[in-house]
Each structure stands twice: as structure tokens, then as C-alpha cells.
Nanobody
């Protein structure tokens, strides 16, 4: 059983930056593909970014390309999401997720086995 704990959320003005972290425990972190999803009030949870277990592949939803960067440190059992040039539409609760194998379905939330509790990101205009 893998436990995931997110941190780093907060409130920023548009154009600002935040770095989210997700610490994993209870499993072999390097054997999991990892992702970030987000959910705004009244909306479905949506894919943001994913990274393969050996960092040999990263994927982003179009709206964050060029602004967000996903990375991981397998020695620290942690995945990160660096968010720059934040916009009010980025406001959401951000969740990290782990999957034993995502293949080409990295944006499909049903492929992920474990989820964190989320960290809130609020961007004001």
C-alpha cells in the first residue's frame, strides 16, 4: 500500500509560481509512474502532468505546457510539480497519483491505483 502526501499549495497572484511536492511511502517509489491531477469546484478531476518511473517520459495537458514542469527524485521518494506563470484558471485542489503501469493512458485517472489527499492552489487576478 502506497501513501501519498502532497504539500506546497497556497495562494498567489497571477503570474506567480509555486512548487508542489508529493512524498510517497509504503511502497517502492521507483516502480510507479506518477502524475498530478487537479479538481476545481464543480468540475471533474482533470489530468495535469505525468512522469514515467525512470523519468524517461513526461506528459502535460495542453493548458500547462511551457508553464508547468513535472519531475521526480527516486532517492527521496518524491515527485514535484513546478508551476510558473500561474493563471486564475489554475485554481484547484491538486492531487498526486501513482500507477504501477500507465502505458499510453497517462491522462486517464482510472489507471491510477493510489491518490493523495490534495493540496489547494489559489491564483488571484
Amino acid at each position: 500500500q502506497v501513501q501519498l502526501v502532497e504539500s506546497g499549495g497556497g495562494s498567489v497572484q497571477a503570474g506567480g509560481s509555486l512548487r508542489l511536492s508529493c512524498a510517497a511511502s509504503g511502497g517502492t517509489f521507483s516502480s510507479y509512474d506518477m502524475a498530478w491531477f487537479r479538481q476545481a469546484p464543480g468540475k471533474e478531476r482533470e489530468f495535469v502532468a505525468a512522469i514515467r518511473r525512470n523519468s524517461d517520459g513526461t506528459y502535460y495537458t495542453d493548458s500547462v505546457k511551457g508553464r508547468f514542469t513535472i519531475s521526480r527524485d527516486n532517492a527521496k521518494n518524491t515527485v514535484y510539480l513546478a508551476m510558473n506563470s500561474l493563471k486564475p484558471e489554475d485554481t484547484a485542489n491538486y492531487y498526486c497519483a501513482a500507477a504501477s503501469w500507465i502505458g499510453t493512458w497517462y491522462s486517464d485517472r482510472t489507471q491510477y491505483d493510489y491518490w493523495g489527499q490534495g493540496t489547494q492552489v489559489t491564483v488571484s487576478s
